[in-house]
Nanobody
């Protein structure tokens, strides 16, 4: 059974940091590209960051470049999103995505709220 379980979300003040984790099971994690998406209330889901299957290439949305870092540990079947210098506009539900060709899986999401 394929599972992607996100954790690490919560409430943080502007300028603070959070580290999201996504633990994968039920598929060959090291063969899949992994991404983080987010969806704010009333907005479409958007790509935040992505990383290739072996971690050799990463990409980021312009809005998070220089503040967020995606990484993965294939030995632990886990992908991470380190979020620094958080802003209120980063408030959203963050989703983990696994993709290989046309095949993809989603996690259930974790809420991140940036507010004073």
């Amino acid at each position: 059974q394929v599972q992607l379980v996100e954790s690490g979300g919560g409430l943080v003040q502007p300028g603070g940091s959070l580290r999201l984790s996504c633990a994968a099971s039920g598929f060959t994690f090291s063969s899949y590209a992994m991404s983080w998406y987010r969806q704010a209330p009333g907005k479409e889901r958007e790509l935040v960051a992505g990383i290739t299957s072996v971690g050799s290439y990463t990409n980021y949305a312009d809005s998070v470049k220089g503040r967020f870092t995606i990484s993965r540990d294939n030995a632990k079947n886990t992908v991470y999103l380190q979020m620094n210098s958080l802003k209120p506009e980063d408030t959203a539900v963050y989703y983990c995505n696994a993709r290989r060709g046309l095949l993809g899986f989603w996690g259930q999401g974790t809420q991140v709220t940036v507010s004073s």
